[in-house]
């Protein structure tokens, strides 16, 4: 008898085992004793040092911040002098740069050496602020930079191929933001081809905000 309820057991536990969702993402050896005590439950001292530890955050974020719209002025200064006004013209008259789909891929070839969305991005509109491209080649080679973010997150999961589990969730992960990023371009690239709705957005909000800039952009 006590063997058939060791055997009983072992049964109904394996058949529990078999119901775990692999899905499931709660890690049950997460230690959170280091994530800190409770607010209520800090002494004084504790209390300061959280307080100065946030501000020191907080003003770390936008120091960072303003060394980035620094570093994109700087940026656009570096175009302005080693392109200069031909190096605008050339762009501008370029049949091959106006095409969207060319302007696509220049995109995803770019992000896809420099491995960052933001960097790539980042030269575009400096180069539009230099007055080297318009805004119209330059939509198309940000829809081109988000193609291109997708195969980071792609390199990402398969550093989890190692795990199975692990690797299924990283790998979907990646495929929803791989599809959300495509069905934008899908969708966006051929209206903005056909009726330029973004374009003609940007130039309606720079020329309320700068009047003056508004030839420049259209």
């Not at 993402?25 to 001292?45: F, H, R, S």
């Amino acid at each position: 008898t006590l063997l058939y309820t060791i055997k009983f057991e072992l049964s109904s536990m394996e058949h529990v085992a078999r119901q775990v969702d692999e899905w499931d993402v709660i890690n049950e050896v997460l230690d959170t004793e280091d994530l800190g005590k409770p607010w209520a439950e800090k002494t004084t001292k504790g209390r300061i040092i959280k307080v100065l530890w946030l501000i020191v955050k907080f003003i770390t974020v936008l120091a960072s911040l303003y060394m980035f719209i620094c570093s994109l002025s700087f940026l656009s200064s570096a175009f302005q002098l080693l392109g200069g006004k031909s190096a605008g013209e050339v762009f501008a008259k370029s049949s091959i740069l106006n095409n969207p789909i060319i302007g696509l891929m220049i995109g995803v070839l770019v992000t896809v050496l420099v491995q960052s969305s933001s960097t790539s991005t980042s030269i575009i509109v400096a180069m539009v602020s230099a007055g080297i491209i318009t805004i119209r080649p330059a939509i198309s080679m940000i829809m081109g930079a988000n193609i291109g973010t997708t195969v980071t997150n792609t390199i990402v999961s398969l550093g989890q191929s190692m795990d199975r589990k692990m690797f299924r969730r990283a790998f979907a992960g990646a495929t929803v933001h791989d599809c959300f990023n495509w069905l934008c371009v899908v969708i966006f690239l051929p209206l903005e081809a056909l009726l330029h709705p973004l374009e003609k957005i940007s130039a309606a909000i720079t020329s309320i905000l700068h009047p003056s800039r508004q030839c420049h952009l259209i």
